[in-house]
């Protein structure tokens, strides 16, 4: 059964970091495009950041380019999402999701076939 599990969210003070994981189970992210997507309530899940399966080629928000990074880890199954220079803006729960039929980037989460529980990132002025 494939999984997806995000950890490493918390509470930073506006300008720190922190680096999201997730981690997969039951099947091989090396193989997928993977994706970081974050909502607050009464929005709609947005896109952060996306990594292909076909050549790793990346794909990020203009509200987090420059200061987040999406990467792999094929050894731990694991993409990670490193966030610095965290803003009053940032806060949500991040999620990952994995779709299994792109070859490129996908940017929208409706096409997505397997999401984690999410993890909450929470930034304090």
């Known amino acids: 059964q494939a999984q997806l599990a995000e950890s490493g969210g918390g509470l930073v003070q506006s300008g720190g970091s922190l680096r999201l994981s997730c981690r997969g189970s039951?099947?091989?992210?090396?193989?997928?495009?993977i994706g970081w997507f974050r909502q607050t309530p009464g929005k709609e899940r947005e896109v952060v950041a996306c990594?292909?399966?076909?050549?790793?080629?990346?794909y990020y928000a203009d509200s987090v380019k420059g200061r987040f990074t999406i990467s792999r880890d094929n050894a731990k199954n694991t993409v990670y999402l490193q966030m610095n220079s965290l803003k009053p803006e940032d806060p949500a729960v991040y999620y990952c999701?994995?779709?299994?039929?792109?070859?490129?980037?996908?940017?929208?989460?409706?096409?997505?076939?397997?999401w984690g529980q999410g993890t909450q990132v929470t930034v304090s002025s």
């Open positions: 990594i292909s399966s076909s050549d790793s080629s990346t």
């Open positions: 039951g099947f091989t992210l090396e193989y997928n495009t």
């Open positions: 999701g994995a779709d299994i039929e792109a070859m490129g980037l996908s940017k929208v989460s409706s096409e997505y076939h397997y």
